[in-house]
């Protein structure tokens, strides 16, 4: 269901790769969708930048950040 107004959701993600799949799964399947979906990999050591970048692939509303850790 579109609504009269943008919904965004940003997501922090470092060296999260057993919890995020999990996470990105509940974005995707709210019943009110997002129209933008802003991953921001901080330099993860982890799988996590790779499961990001398979959701970037898959839903066009995705967008991925790769940045070097912040702390």
Same mark, same amino acid.
């Given at each position: 269901?579109?609504?009269?107004?943008?919904?965004? !959701?940003? /997501?922090?993600?470092?060296?999260?790769? &057993?919890?995020?799949?999990? #996470?990105?799964?509940?974005?995707?399947?709210?019943?009110?969708?997002?129209?933008?979906? !802003?991953? /921001?990999?901080?330099?993860?050591?982890? &799988?996590?930048?790779?499961? #990001?970048?398979?959701?970037?692939?898959?839903?066009?509303?995705?967008?991925?950040?790769?940045?070097?850790?912040?702390?």
């Amino acid at each position: 269901m579109k609504s009269e107004y943008s919904l965004g !959701i940003v /997501i922090p993600v470092y060296n999260v790769e &057993n919890y995020l799949k999990e #996470c990105l799964e509940s974005v995707v399947n709210q019943t009110i969708l997002f129209d933008e979906v !802003i991953l /921001i990999n901080d330099g993860s050591l982890d &799988n996590s930048g790779q499961i #990001c970048e398979q959701y970037c692939k898959k839903y066009s509303y995705f967008q991925l950040i790769n940045q070097e850790n912040q702390g």
